[in-house]
T-cell receptor, first 111, second 112 residues
Framework: KNEVEQSPQNLTAQEGEFITINCSYSVGISALHWLQQHPGGGIVSLFMLSSGKKKHGRLIATINIQEKHSSLHITASHPRDSAVYIC?????????????FGKGTHLIIQP | DGGITQSPKYLFRKEGQNVTLSCEQNLNHDAMYWYRQDPGQGLRLIYYSQIVNDFQKGDIAEGYSVSREKKESFPLTVTSAQKNPTAFYLCASQTGTLEKLFFGSGTQLSVL
């Protein structure tokens, strides 16, 4: 079965640190999504990318199609960045049946 | 503002009871999805719909049913056949399969 793996599962860091969350997948994809889930459960889409790099504020997402790997970086981390970050992919040649999700990375930024 | 509204936020089901979770969107999105989230697991697809009056089973459809009578609405019924319904349920929508996903705030379903 096609899989999405995230690392680390849990990450605790101090305010101001540079954060990296990794996502790897097993076969070719059409697109990769990075999502953020706050306590209370609502999910927000941060990025959708199929190649290269995207930046929004302090967040940067990169993807290496050949290595089947993506990273989400947070610069100058802040306690409000504490959340679960989820990677999800649309498989290449896949149908209209949504995404396959990683299990998430639980990030805590301490003041 | 456009968005997806899920209700209720919390729901309790008695043994043998069917319950319905509401999902409404005003984003004019064609595609809508229902996902189930269990602790320590990734989201899993229950049902999806690409167009009004049509829907398809996802990976874990057993014990669930849906309808798509209007573009804006995609309610999920958790039937008594679903023996382990306790989970967090998320509704999502997008304009097309390779577009950004929008999520509702979720419904936590528990069994009494």
């Amino acid at each position: 079965k096609n899989e999405v793996e995230q690392s680390p599962q849990n990450l605790t860091a101090q305010e101001g640190e540079f954060i990296t969350i990794n996502c790897s997948y097993s076969v070719g994809i059409s697109a990769l999504h990075w999502l953020q889930q706050h306590p209370g459960g609502g999910i927000v889409s941060l990025f959708m990318l199929s190649s290269g790099k995207k930046k929004h504020g302090r967040l940067i997402a990169t993807i290496n199609i050949q290595e089947k790997h993506s990273s989400l970086h947070i610069t100058a981390s802040h306690p409000r960045d504490s959340a679960v970050y989820i990677c999800a992919v649309s498989w290449a040649g896949g149908g209209a049946d949504g995404l396959t999700f990683g299990k998430g990375t639980h990030l805590i930024i301490q003041p | 503002d456009g968005g997806i509204t899920q209700s209720p936020k919390y729901l309790f089901r008695k043994e043998g009871q069917n319950v319905t979770l509401s999902c409404e969107q005003n984003l004019n999105h064609d595609a809508m999805y229902w996902y189930r989230q269990d602790p320590g697991q990734g989201l899993r697809l229950i049902y999806y719909s690409q167009i009004v009056n049509d829907f398809q089973k996802g990976d874990i459809a057993e014990g669930y049913s849906v309808s798509r009578e209007k573009k804006e609405s995609f309610p999920l019924t958790v039937t008594s056949a679903q023996k382990n319904p306790t989970a967090f349920y998320l509704c999502a929508s997008q304009t097309g399969t390779l577009e950004k996903l929008f999520f509702g705030s979720g419904t936590q379903l528990s069994v009494l």
